[in-house]
């Protein structure tokens, strides 16, 4: 039996269903399993030939008890949930030069081109499973920086237990991202492109968190959440570090190293619950873009809210990594008195400096780096000159500019494997800017879903941030009211 638990221990263990139901845990903490399962010597040897899907099945199933799925079920929902993708090994791997020590792992071949597809299609799937098990609904409400967005309005669409209301906004995500939530042509997926949001999706998450934090209106209009605070994203993202690891190593038992774009923590902290797990991971780089708090606080110690930049990797352009309360959890001994005494203070003042020992646990196995647009920039342009033309998107960028950097630090020989999360397709402007081209993009740069979805009319909901919060009660009220009779 495995049980969630709060990180600010206020609430009774519960089972996962309720834990990915609910989101957030009711005393406002992030969920958490209350101990980590490792894995067998036998199973780490078994695992290294699995597919992704029946390595997924393995993994999934330390997590979730059968009496909530059953192994029939939770093999079911795996196969759907990458059914879509267009690769059918779902990851790709792809090393880079002559001595095939850096190797790039595709995880963007799902059907809205980015990684967010790898966990966001389960995550509502299995929402989808439970709803319908037990006669329920909810509605998703989600601001997105660009790609959370179509990968939840994708996953929904079409589901009858489900509505998805995805807010962006307008302007500031690229017209491709827009359209993948756009011309879905789905009854139940409804978004929202808000003007004027001086500090982008940071001001649609603040609406968001007013819904959310009435309790009258969550109720009567059964809202939920589908961002990476879900404990079932995280853990989905566990999986293709082990897949990764697998496929990169010479030996099993080799160590690795992972360097992954970051911005709220959630795909590293899959990483870190893949190692906590029993993967011999010798370091995670964690790169940051100008937004670097991550950094910071791996360097210094320093863990503060800091102004957002606007940069060319806007999936990483984030000023608080909630998924960072979850890893500083375990790294303080799941003490929760002490999580909640550091989330006070962070709340209150912006700021937390963290002890000397606290340091050195999280500094156990990361490095970490800060990026600029101009290094990102520098970057897809020698890759593509270097390797055959291979093109970085710019998230999947900053990564690899990260492993570059850095690779002198880490032993001799060992592996590293750069987390690819989008598609260079999503970002056909910079990818132009990056390589100095007027017209035409390579092949790699462009995408058949992207060019039909270019082609078709968008479905969707305008407002202004100032009436964003009455205009989208007042849209899902009417609908609610629609759907009831
Ligand atoms: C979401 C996203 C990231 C960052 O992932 P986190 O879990 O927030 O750290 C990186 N790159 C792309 C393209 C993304 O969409």
Redesign the pocket.
């Known amino acids: 039996m495995i049980n969630y638990v709060s990180t600010k221990g206020g609430i009774s263990p519960v089972a996962f269903d309720v834990a990915v139901l609910s989101g957030f845990a009711a005393d406002g903490g992030l969920f958490v399993p209350e101990t980590i399962p490792k894995i067998t010597q036998s199973q780490f040897k078994n695992w290294a030939e699995l597919s992704y899907t029946d390595l997924a099945f393995e993994i999934l199933s330390m997590f979730i008890d059968r009496s909530i799925i059953s192994a029939i079920d939770l093999k079911k929902l795996i196969f759907d949930s990458y059914s879509a993708f267009e690769s059918p090994r779902v990851i790709d791997m792809v090393p880079l030069g002559e001595d095939r020590r850096t190797i790039i792992m595709e995880l963007?071949h799902g059907p809205t081109l980015?990684?967010?597809d790898v966990a966001m299609g389960f995550l509502i799937n299995v929402l989808d499973y439970l709803l319908e098990k037990r006669g329920e609904h909810l509605s998703i409400v989600l601001a997105t920086?660009?790609?959370?967005g179509p990968a939840a309005a994708w996953a929904s669409a079409g589901k009858k237990t489900i509505d998805c209301w995805p807010l962006y906004p307008r302007g500031m995500i690229t017209e491709e991202q827009e359209r993948q939530m756009t011309t879905l042509n789905a009854s139940n997926v409804h978004p929202i492109g808000v003007d004027n949001c001086p500090d982008g999706a940071d001001d649609l998450d603040f609406v968001v968190a007013k819904l959310f934090a009435d309790h009258e209106l969550k109720d009567r209009l059964n809202l939920s959440s589908v961002n990476?605070i879900n404990w079932c994203r995280?853990m989905v993202?566990s999986v293709h570090y082990f897949y990764g690891y697998y496929r990169a190593v010479e030996n099993v038992g080799d160590e690795i190293n992972f360097s992954?774009?970051?911005?709220?923590?959630?795909?590293?902290?899959?990483g870190y619950l893949a190692r906590s797990m029993g993967l011999p991971v010798n370091k995670f780089i964690c790169a940051n873009n100008a937004n670097h708090s991550l950094h910071t606080v791996f360097s210094s110690g320093v863990f503060a809210k800091k102004d957002l930049v606007r940069t060319i990797?806007t999936?990483?352009d984030?000023v608080v990594?909630y998924?960072f309360w979850r890893f500083l959890y375990y790294s303080i001994g799941s003490d929760s008195e002490k999580l909640k005494a550091l989330m006070n203070k962070f709340q209150a003042s912006g700021k937390v400096e963290l002890d000397e020992g606290t340091l050195s646990v999280i500094r156990n196995g990361f490095t970490s780096i800060a990026i600029s647009d101009c290094e990102t920039r520098e970057t897809v342009r020698d890759t593509f000159e270097k390797y055959d033309g291979y093109l970085l998107?710019p998230?999947?960028a900053v990564a690899v500019a990260g492993a570059n950097a850095l690779k002198d630090t880490l032993p001799k020989g060992t592996k590293i494997v750069c987390?690819a999360?989008?598609h260079p397709a999503?970002f056909p402007e910079i990818t132009r800017a990056c390589l100095d081209l007027e017209s035409e993009l390579p092949d790699q740069g462009k995408h058949a879903s992207l060019e039909s979805a270019s082609k078709v009319c968008q479905h969707l909901r305008l407002c202004d941030l100032e009436n964003l919060e009455f205009a989208l009660v007042e849209a899902m009220t009417i609908h609610s009211n629609v759907l009831k009779n």
């Open positions: 963007f980015s990684f967010k920086t660009g790609d959370t990476s995280v993202q992954v774009p970051t911005g709220a923590f959630g795909n590293l902290f899959g990797s999936a990483i984030i990594p998924n998107d998230h999947t987390l999360t989008a999503k």
